[in-house]
């Protein structure tokens, strides 16, 4: 059937269809900020852990209002290596989600030196304390044109997994509390049980494991 055609009979009836709720802009730029260079140039690929980090973060409705939610991604394994949730989207939201992955490869005992930490041109990313924090923790920044979400396209995948496996499946949510225990709960399924077609329906920890593995050297 004809689109016009679907849009007549709908009006004649008195129907209408499902509109989508209004976006909340995420990636505000500063204009004013210096910006590194975009270093993936859409090849999402590594050849090891720790070579390549996508974040992004993303909103939540709740009945207390938006609550929004940052990763850090782990390119090789798909591994979400950072994460944090908080009601505002100031810098501190990122940085700690930054933080969280910076210790969780420190206590595991890997270098992080000089890997590619890739985002969008958002303001909290070319904010002076986030680029100061990631000089200080030896990663090379690199960020994606404004506006162009294929730019940073794994982390929109996992923003949007997030959202369908949790969000919107097991929502509607109060507020803050409910959700940030929930969105643990599902970073460690998504680390540890959910399989991913792109590393051969594997879990992410299963692929850093084999990784490390073959690193060992026989005596």
Known sequence: MARC?????????????VRRDRRVRTTIPDATAERPPD?????FV???????????????????????VAF????????????RAARSMKTDLPLDAL???LWNRER????????????DAGAQYTSIRYTQRLVEAGLNASIGSVGDSYDNALAETVNGLYKTELVYWEGPWKGADDLELATLGWVD???????????????????EAEFYARQIIPV
């Open 46 to 68: 590594a050849d090891a852990p720790n070579q390549l980090w996508v974040v992004d973060f993303t909103y939540v409705a709740t009945l207390a209002g938006f609550v929004y």
């Open 189 to 207: 399924w998504f680390n540890h049980v959910r399989i991913h077609s792109a590393l051969s329906y594997c879990t992410p920890a299963e692929v």
């Open 99 to 101: 933080e969280m992955a």
């Open 39 to 43: 270093l993936v140039d859409r090849k």
């Open 108 to 119: 595991l005992g890997h270098n992080v030196k000089d890997l590619i930490h890739h985002s």
């Open 5 to 17: 055609t679907v849009e007549r009979v709908m009006h004649d009836a008195g129907l209408r269809g």
């Open 72 to 83: 850090v991604i782990d390119v090789f394994s798909r591994m979400i290596v950072g994460w």
